[in-house]
């Protein structure tokens, strides 16, 4: 058996020679994409998209519990309605694609394949929404969108991706706001609760938020290499839309008012954030409750009588609490400790005919690779306590990172030596003004204001880039 620090699966980069290499090294192993002759676009193989059924499981879970319903919007958005909100359709004017020949036709007017569908919802709430008792309207839907990129890498920016994007409309601005600070929270318990990552959340700054938006809040989780991913986003529209797409109900004062907006979403980019949070030079380490494999049992001599009979009853019995894989297959032991570990399963149970006498068995963390001897006797108990510190090991490990790589800057030598010397986030007082963001970006060459969190820190009275009085401390950071 490997020692902790040694290396199993040799096919894979060291993330500390090329982080980059290595996770296209993971990513293809592990066997979750494989590339596709459409440029820029991906196919997530089973292993992979059974991650994100679990993710759709848990977050539809958590937006049904709080009233949304699910829906189906178009893939087109003809032209004329994506250019009804200026500042959206600017927006993303750089990244759509668009339909211009249906058939053997050249259309009359283009067709957008959608980017996000604020104009297609809006569209529909012009239609559903009279009276204040059709509000509010909580939906949401599972879909694909698609965005030009002109960089793709997959899981993290693909011309074609997999997403939910929630859309609703309020009463009131104040229904509305929090209504985005709320689904901003769900995302923050949800990367915490199901992916084991921390995350910082705040404020975007207005030169980053969302085109169209009032305000855009984020959750901004940290890779194990220091940069930042942004891990969903949550955006509170004010009525902007409502006016441009002219939908108003009938107030409780008998008047016509214009509802208030928001939208959310979370995409499969949070694959991409389980890879570079938790793995490591072995592979794949994937949090136990989006795992599609919890638990992979691996029969020891298993040509010896019982071996395999005891195992499909330890499976059948786990199996009805957890996501279990017996392979009986003729490959190794080895080769088998091998491929579940670069597959990032989070338990491995070792059973063999010393265990069987023993009336035990062997678990294996994949985070620790520490082996526990345990009783067959309530064994699906220290299955479940096993899983749980695996989610708690992950969740410490990458908080402790984001700790030791997230510095303080009091004065614009101090930022840009860390900008240029360490990977991470730097804390920092800005003026709020989008000419200093611009001249920060330029001159460390691409580190970004990430957010402004809810909890300020009070670094320094001035402003890190030119000396003015601080409006807010601002984390930032590279981001993919």
């Not at 929630?166 to 709320?182: C, D, F, P, S, V």
């Not at 023993?358 to 306590?385: G, I, P, Y």
Request: glycine residues 6%; charged residues 25%; proline residues 4%.
């Amino acid at each position: 058996m490997a020692k902790n620090n040694e290396k199993m699966v040799e096919q894979i980069t060291s993330m500390d020679v090329d982080f980059a290499q290595w996770f296209t090294d993971v990513v293809k192993k592990a066997e979750l994409v494989d590339y596709s002759g459409v440029k820029g676009c991906m196919i997530i193989r089973p292993y992979g998209y059974a991650i994100w059924e679990n993710i759709q499981k848990d977050l539809d879970a958590r937006f049904k519990e709080l009233g949304h319903e699910n829906l189906y919007m178009p893939l087109f958005i003809p032209e004329s309605l994506l250019q009804k909100e200026k500042d959206h359709v600017q927006g993303f004017a750089p990244e759509c694609a668009w339909v211009t020949i249906g058939g053997e036709n050249k259309l009359s007017e283009r067709l957008c394949v959608r980017p996000t569908s604020e104009t297609l919802f809006c569209e529909h709430f012009r239609n559903v929404i009279q009276s204040y008792r059709d509000l509010p309207k909580l939906y949401n839907q599972w879909c694909n969108v698609v965005r030009w990129e002109k960089t793709t890498r997959p899981f993290l920016r693909t011309s074609e991706f997999l997403w939910q994007e929630g859309h609703t409309m309020h009463e009131t601005e104040e229904e509305a706001r929090a209504e985005t600070l709320q689904m901003l929270k769900v995302y923050e318990d949800f990367y915490a609760e199901a992916l084991a990552i921390p995350a910082y959340t705040g404020q975007k700054t207005e030169k980053e938020k969302f085109a169209g938006a009032e305000a855009t809040y984020t959750i901004e989780p940290m890779m194990h290499n220091g940069v930042a991913l942004q891990g969903g986003t949550t955006h509170y529209f004010g009525n902007g839309f409502a006016k441009a797409f002219d939908i108003t109900f009938t107030g409780r004062d008998n008047v016509q008012r214009y509802p208030y907006q928001t939208s959310w979403g979370v995409s499969t980019r949070s694959i991409g954030a389980i890879i570079m949070t938790h793995g490591d030079d072995n592979g794949l380490i994937l949090p136990p409750r989006v795992a599609p494999i919890q638990l992979a049992i691996i029969p020891v001599a298993q040509h010896k009588e019982g071996v395999l009979e005891k195992a499909n009853e330890i499976k059948g019995e786990l199996a009805k609490r957890f996501r279990v894989k017996l392979d009986d297959s003729d490959n190794s032991t080895g080769w088998k400790f091998s491929q579940y570990e670069m597959k990032g399963v989070p338990l491995r149970l070792e059973i063999g005919p010393r265990d069987i006498e023993n009336n035990s068995c062997v678990l294996v963390s994949r985070v620790t690779r520490e082996k526990t001897v345990v009783s067959l006797d309530n064994l699906a108990e220290s299955v479940q306590e096993a899983l749980d510190r695996v989610h708690n090991e992950l969740y410490q490990r990458a908080l402790e990172n984001r700790q030791n790589r997230t510095y303080t800057a009091k004065t614009t030598e101090e930022f840009l030596e860390l900008a240029a010397n360490k990977e991470g986030y730097i804390k920092a007082m800005w003026c709020g003004d989008a000419s200093c963001e611009d001249e920060l970006k330029d001159r460390t060459g691409g580190v970004k204001s990430r957010c402004i969190p809810f909890v300020e820190e009070h670094l320094a009275d001035t402003c890190v880039c030119c000396g003015k009085p601080a409006k807010h401390m601002v984390i930032w950071g590279r981001q993919y």
